[in-house]
């Protein structure tokens, strides 16, 4: 019963000889990675989330500026419904209306409208419904492919829109 007591206390004192070695080389390894865990979150958030977070707000973007051509699109067309006697006035009228309602898309691009060729078209048409009734037609748009939000992003996004429209039509009231 002794042997056994003293091959175990024998044993005991070894594994904590053996278990403060142990912790020694532990602690100097803890001393050796400090930091790690920083430079891999780092490397997590520059490579993983921001790219995610620039696609998501470019997407965001995106939608905002469909949203503003259909907006000046509409409004376009409403005011050229409501406003000017003539055809050549509610062509005016429509594009300035059209123009005003799309500003932030207009002073991003440089564009300047001309309202016969570019970022916005009004023309006078026979209506879709009946051919002898006229209409006036707004298109507006923006082409994304030459002016993206984030650079890069056009490459993303380039087999999926190259240029973004929106477009309305009204029948005139033939008086």
Known sequence: MN?????GSAVSSFC???????????????????????????????FGLLP?????LSGV???AAKQSLTLAADNGARAALQYGAS?????????????????WLLNFSGDTPDCTDGPIVVS???????ASLSCVQVVTSFDYSAHPFIPGTQTVYGWLLD???SSAIVQLDNT
């Open 163 to 165: 240029s973004i429209s």
């Open 87 to 103: 055809s050549a006035a509610r062509q005016a009228t429509a594009c300035a209306v059209a123009e005003q309602s799309m500003q």
């Open 61 to 63: 973007l995106i939608f």
């Open 3 to 7: 042997i056994a007591i003293r091959s």
């Open 52 to 56: 995610l977070l620039l696609l998501t």
């Open 16 to 46: 904590a000889h053996s278990g403060k070695a142990r912790r020694g080389q532990a602690v100097a390894m803890r001393s050796r990675q400090r930091g790690v865990v920083a430079i891999e979150y780092a490397l997590v958030f520059i």
């Open 124 to 130: 006078t048409i026979a209506c879709p419904s009946n």
